[in-house]
C-alpha cells in the first residue's frame, strides 16, 4: 500500500490515506471521518462522512486485461493514475478466472507495443509464450499478475487492491467522484478522467450511460463458465493417447503446448466426443457437463491443464445477481462431475486433482455500453476500417449457442474505433475491454484478451493526452494524437 501511493500521491493524500488504514489509525490515533473532517476533506455520501481517499488524473475501475494496459499508458504518458481491483491480482478473467491461453486475433501484426512487451517480458521470465504453430499466447497466470504488478510499479501506477467501486457522483455530465469500498470502509476517489474496466460497464451504468444485456433476440447472455486447473496430470500419456492412438490431429502444436477439446455443440467433431459421449450414456456426467470441454497444458506448471468448463446452462443469467449465485454453486458441481470422469476415463488423467478453481466466475458477456459508435456484425463481415481505429481484429464471432462465424480469410481484419469507447452522455468517460460499445454478435469476437488489452492500452494514451491539451475525453479526436503517441494507426 505505502509503496503504490508513494510515488504520485502527495504528503496530504498521503496523510488522509493514513486515516482510512488500519496502519494510518495506529499511527494519527484519528478514524477516517476525524482524519477527513481536519483536512476539511471529506464528501457527504448516503448520509455518511466519508474521506476523499486521493485526488489523481486518471482513475481506472478494474484490474483486467483492458484496466492494467489503460493504467500502465496512463502513468507512462504522465498521468497521476489509480487502478481500483476488487480482487488481490491484475490480469481479470485472465488470471482471477483461469480464463488461458489468449487467443490470437488472426489479424496481421495485430500486436500493439504493449502486447510485444508483455510477450516479452513472459520470456525474460522463461515462459515462451509461442508455441512454434499457433499465434495464441500461452503463458502462466501467476507469472503475469507479477508482470502487470511490475509493469504497474514500473510506470508509476497506485493500485487499490479488495477495492470495489460501488458508486460515482456526477454533476454537469462529468464524473466527480467514484465511491469505493476499501478494506477499511466507504471513501471517495477525485480525478480528472474516469476509465471503465470493470467489463460488466459498472461505472458507466452507476453514471447513467446507456447501456444494453444479452442478445436482443432471446434476452440471454452468453453462458457463463466456471474455470479451473486440474493437476497431476501425465501430460506425455494423455498426449499420447489423444494425438498418436486416437489421432486427433486438431492440436498441431506439441508438448509443452498441448491442448484437448471436446464441444458437442459445435460443427466440428473431435475426436473425444465419443469418449464425453460415453460419460452421458453411464449416467457419470449429464448433457450440459459432456458438451463443453476443453483443457490446455500450462507452461511452467508441468502436470497443470486449464479446464476451459463447464459451459453452465444459458439459463443462469450473467446480469441477474441471484441466477449468477445459483451459477456459482451448480457450476461447482458441473465441474466436480467432469473431473470426476476424467480422472476415472481418460488416460494421463488416472492421478489427477483440481488444483484450483476460478475466484471470478467466467461471464463472456454482460453488460455493453452505447456509446458514439454502436459495432455490429456487419462491421466484421464487411472489415470495416476507421480513421479513429485503436486497434484490428479478426477474431471470429464465437457467440456459445447463437453463432459461430466462418474465418475471415487470411490477412483480413476489421477495426475498432476510438468513438466505441466513449459515450455522449458523461464527457470525461473512457470505457475498456468486453462492455465497449458493440452488439452482442459484434462483441462475440471482439472479446478476447489481446484486443482487450490494445482497447485499454489506447485508451490510456488518450486519456494522458486529453488532460494534457485539455480535451474532453469524449471530444478527443484519436487521429489528432501524434502517430508516434498513438498504440495503433489505422490501415484504412
Ligand atoms: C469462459 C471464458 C473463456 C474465455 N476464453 C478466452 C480465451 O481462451 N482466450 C482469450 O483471449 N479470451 C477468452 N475469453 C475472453 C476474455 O477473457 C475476456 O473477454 C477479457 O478478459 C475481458 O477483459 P476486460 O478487461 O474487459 O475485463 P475482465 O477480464 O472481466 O476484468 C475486469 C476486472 O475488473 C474488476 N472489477 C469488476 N467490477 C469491479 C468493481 N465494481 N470494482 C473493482 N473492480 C472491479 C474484476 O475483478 C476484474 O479484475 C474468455 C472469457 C470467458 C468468460
Redesign the pocket.
Known sequence: MERSFSIPISRRDLFKLAGVTAVGIALSGNNPVEAAEKTGEFIKYADKKIPILCNVDVCI???????TAAAVNAAKNGAKTLL????IA?????V??C?????DTHAPDSDTPYLVELKNRLRAKGIEPFDGVTQ?TWHNPEILAEILDEMCEEAGVNILYQ????DSLTSGGKISTAI?QTIAGLAAVKAKIFID????A??SRVSGVDYERGYEKTGNNQP??F?FEMGGIDTQKLYNYVAIELQEDWCKSKLPYFEIAEAMHRKQRYKLEAFMARGVETGEITQDEAEYMQAYTIIGKNGVMSM?CP?IPVKFSATDPVSYSKAVSFGRKMMRNIARYLINHLPGFENAFISREAV?L???ESWRIKGKYYLVEDDYHNQSKFPDAVCRTAWFIDAHGEKVSEKLPAGCFYEIPYRSLITDKISNLIV????ISASFILQASM????T?YSI?EAAGIAAAYALQNKIDANKLDWTLIPAYKRSYVSQG
Open positions: 475501475c478494474g484490474g483486467g486485461p483492458s484496466g481500483i481491483e476488487r480482487g491484475l490480469g481479470g478473467l485472465g482471477l478466472g480464463v488461458y491461453p489468449f487467443m495464441q477495492t470495489v467501486l460501488v469505493v474496466a470493470t467489463g460488466d459498472y461505472l457463463l463458465s474455470r476451459n459451459e471470478m467466467g461471464a463472456r475498456v475491454g468486453r462492455c472479446r478476447i484478451q489481446p482487450c485499454g
